[in-house]
């Protein structure tokens, strides 16, 4: 099977910095996607950024500027730099990824646990 770790969460003061990982393991044949979302009390679950191997990588409008993706390919984990937080950045941070398991395999949607980022004013 597929598991997916996020780690790097915790209380920081606004306007300071947090950094994400979130490590694939298991039987993975290949990783197509991984990406950031996040989810708030009583709000649905968004996406913050995504990364697309060999391809590209994107951050969401809302937190530009302040969150950069970036991966290690060779490590299946992936990153998200968090600079000038705000109360507003206060959620559940979840990644997922789109993993095949062999060559014969169909892609299927992964997802981790989530780390808690906490931010005070």
């Known amino acids: 099977q597929v598991r997916l770790v996020e780690s790097g969460g915790g209380l920081v003061r606004a306007g300071g910095s947090l950094r994400l990982s979130c490590v694939a393991s298991?039987?993975?044949?290949?990783?197509?996607?991984m990406r950031w979302y996040r989810q708030a009390p009583g709000y649905q679950r968004e996406l913050v950024a995504s990364w697309t191997f060999g391809r590209f990588s994107n951050v969401v409008d809302s937190v530009k500027g302040r969150f950069t993706i970036s991966a290690d390919n060779a490590k299946n984990t992936i990153f998200l730099q968090m600079n000038s937080l705000k109360p507003e950045d206060t959620a559940v941070y979840y990644c997922?990824?789109?993993?095949?398991?062999?060559?014969?395999?169909?892609?299927?949607?992964?997802w981790g646990q989530g780390t808690q980022v906490t931010v005070s004013s």
């Open positions: 997922n990824a789109d993993v095949k398991t062999s060559y014969y395999d169909y892609e299927s949607t992964y």
């Open positions: 298991g039987s993975i044949y290949s990783i197509d996607a």
